[in-house]
């Protein structure tokens, strides 16, 4: 799918030449082990380094610099995988050979080296005003988790089931991390990235793959790095522990936090996949079916999971008088895919749901880079018909043996103040 070179130790670059797209496509991603200092400083390096650099120190220029670039988007965003904090530069800009000007791509190249290489710095570090602002809007991105209940509840969930773990640690620090960051650590934590990280450089695009290849290797001189060691981390978390927290607000929050040993890159991995498709992963899924439509117990209710961490989690939004009865119907459907009670028609709709998801993701550029991104580390070149294939072999047995794998570690409850009883009680 990419053609792949290493440009310098740690630092590959990956070219896909298609027509499929008229633009061309840049994504480079630094990654290093993810720790919650480092998620702080990344995070408002990220947006530090999106306003501005060295060549257009204010913002307003420089958005007008990338609309003379045909509309060229650039931005710098921060994110994490398993145990990797990223931050990426993507950049979309239209192909050259569809303008009178073919020097535009080589001008994106000069201004992504710039972005890269040349941050606007003064006198040697980031701009004090320009860190601060940052903060402020790194702060501001925490704390609006604490408004949407939903996301607060994962939050806590996943506190309890892995705290001081990657699973728990957002990619944005904590608010007392952020408040430490100051210019001169900042400026450190840039030259860290740039010289320490491991680095992937895509280009996806009707382009010249060598001259591309040529004018990269020239603009983005990188230094060979060393692999940087990861911190060891207990499996085990808690063992069916409750938790109820109550806060101004009517409609509960019930999570429930499940581990499996099967991970992202397992053998087992696909049948994880189909088999979280049946729990909850859609709508004609069990937990849908059952919680929401037969009992009417939640105004949403699913699944998801989380390959790299070995959970999956079952989320709902309840009237909390229906706190027990809800618990008790989800566990009632992990208990009918251990008896094997699962329907032909769940079974095929979940493979076709996930071809359909995979194929839709690969009909834009930012998908197909993404995509391979997560794939690559399977260890085998990623195609659509093998993923379809895996799925395809997939059976009701394959899914009994899933389900008696999950384990219910946690059960999170977050409801109003008043006339909430312990389900747990």
């Given at each position: 799918m990419?053609?792949?070179?290493e440009?310098?130790?740690g630092v ?6 298609s ?21 702080a400083?990344?995070?408002?390096l990220?947006?530090?380094?999106h ?5 257009f120190?204010?913002a307003?220029?420089?958005r ?14 921060a994110?994490k ?9 993507n950049?979309?800009?239209?192909n ?11 001008d ?5 080296q710039t972005a890269?290489?040349?941050p606007?710095f ?7 005003s320009i ?7 790194i702060i501001?991105?925490?704390?609006s988790?604490f ?9 806590r969930?996943?506190?309890?089931m892995?705290?001081?773990q ?10 007392e991390?952020?408040?430490?960051v100051?210019p001169?650590?900042l400026t450190k ?15 996806l695009?009707d ?10 290797v ?8 060393e692999?940087i ?7 085990e978390?808690p063992e ?10 009517n ?10 040993p099967?991970?992202f890159?397992?053998?087992?991995y ?6 979280n498709g049946?729990?909850?992963g ?6 849908f ?13 699913s699944?998801s999971y989380?390959s ?8 709902s ?17 992990l208990?009918?895919?251990?008896n094997g009670e699962?329907?032909d ?8 749901m ?7 993701a690969?009909?834009s550029?930012?998908?197909?880079i993404?995509?391979?991104?997560q794939?690559?580390d ?8 093998t ?19 999950l384990k ?12 909430t009883?312990d389900?747990?009680?």
């Amino acid at each position: 799918m990419f053609s792949t070179i290493e440009i310098a130790k740690g630092v590959s670059l990956h070219i896909r030449q298609s027509s499929q797209f008229k633009t061309v496509n840049f994504s480079i991603k630094w990654r290093k082990p993810l720790t919650v200092k480092d998620a702080a400083e990344r995070s408002v390096l990220s947006n530090v380094m999106h306003h501005s650099n060295g060549k257009f120190k204010k913002a307003a220029e420089y958005r007008s610099h990338l609309d003379d670039l045909y509309g060229t988007v650039m931005y710098f965003d921060a994110s994490k995988r398993g145990q990797d904090h990223t931050v990426v530069l993507n950049v979309e800009t239209v192909n050259d050979q569809y303008l009178a000007n073919n020097k535009v791509l080589d001008d994106v190249i000069d201004l992504i080296q710039t972005a890269i290489f040349n941050p606007n710095f003064e006198n040697d570090q980031f701009v004090p005003s320009i860190v601060e602002r940052e903060k402020e809007m790194i702060i501001q991105r925490i704390q609006s988790v604490f408004d949407d209940k939903t996301r607060y509840a994962h939050q806590r969930l996943t506190q309890i089931m892995r705290p001081n773990q990657p699973a728990s640690i957002s990619a944005n620090g904590t608010i007392e991390e952020v408040k430490k960051v100051t210019p001169e650590s900042l400026t450190k934590a840039y030259h860290s990235m740039i010289n320490e990280d491991k680095i992937d450089i895509y280009v996806l695009g009707d382009v010249d793959v060598e001259a591309i290849q040529e004018k990269l290797v020239n603009a983005l001189q990188f230094k060979d790095r060393e692999p940087i060691p990861y911190p060891e981390y207990p499996e085990e978390g808690p063992e069916k522990e409750y938790t109820n927290e109550k806060q101004e607000m009517n409609q509960g929050k019930l999570h429930m936090g499940y581990s499996t040993p099967i991970k992202f890159g397992d053998e087992d991995y696909p049948k994880m996949q189909i088999f979280n498709g049946v729990f909850g992963g859609y709508a004609h899924s069990k937990i849908f079916m059952n919680v929401r439509e037969r009992e009417s117990l939640a105004y949403y209710a699913s699944s998801s999971y989380s390959s790299h961490y070995g959970l999956v989690y079952v989320v709902s939004g309840i009237e909390p008088s229906n706190e027990k009865k809800a618990i008790d119907v989800i566990k009632e459907q992990l208990d009918a895919m251990k008896n094997g009670e699962i329907t032909d028609l769940e079974l095929n709709q979940t493979k076709a749901m996930m071809t359909n998801q995979l194929k839709e993701a690969l009909d834009s550029a930012r998908g197909q880079i993404d995509i391979y991104d997560q794939y690559k580390d399977y260890g085998e070149e990623f195609s659509v018909d093998t993923w379809k294939e895996r799925w395809a072999k997939v059976t009701k047995e394959d899914l009994q043996q899933m389900a008696e794998k999950l384990k219910l570690e946690a059960i999170y409850f977050l409801s109003g103040k008043e006339g909430t009883q312990d389900a747990n009680n």
